[in-house]
């Protein structure tokens, strides 16, 4: 399963950014898929995931700030962040759960820095 994220970049602290995810699969075959950051010196932490029914579970540094959300036909998992803020400064993945093995795989990782 490859996964191709998109959308990290720079920006001020307050500021939006939409991250894309695109999987080699189609959503059928998946089960969940995902957002996860790691910042430097800390642990990889979950951001958002949605399963294949639409059932959504969020970090809670970013509840109410962020939203993700699916396009079955694009085999893609979005994420918009809002109200950015330094602390959301990371490397974030793209992760998915492929439904014939429960294996989860993962993507490249995007940059995402918040500058105050």
């Known amino acids: 399963v490859q996964l191709q994220a998109s959308g990290g970049g720079s920006v001020q602290a307050g500021g939006s950014l939409e991250l894309s995810c695109v999987a080699s699969?189609?959503?059928?075959?998946?089960?969940?898929m995902g957002w996860y950051r790691q910042a430097p010196g800390k642990q990889r932490e979950l951001v958002a995931t949605?399963?294949?029914?639409?059932?959504?579970d969020y970090g809670d540094s970013v509840k109410g700030r962020f939203q993700i959300y699916k396009n079955t036909a694009k085999n893609a998992v979005y994420l918009q962040m809002n109200s950015l803020e330094p602390g959301d400064t990371a490397v974030y993945f793209c992760?998915?759960?492929?439904?014939?093995?429960?294996?989860?795989?993962w993507g490249q990782g995007t940059q995402v820095t918040v500058s105050s």
């Open positions: 992760t998915a759960r492929r439904r014939a093995d429960g294996l989860d795989y």
């Open positions: 699969i189609s959503w059928f075959s998946i089960v969940s």
């Open positions: 949605i399963t294949d029914v639409a059932m959504m």
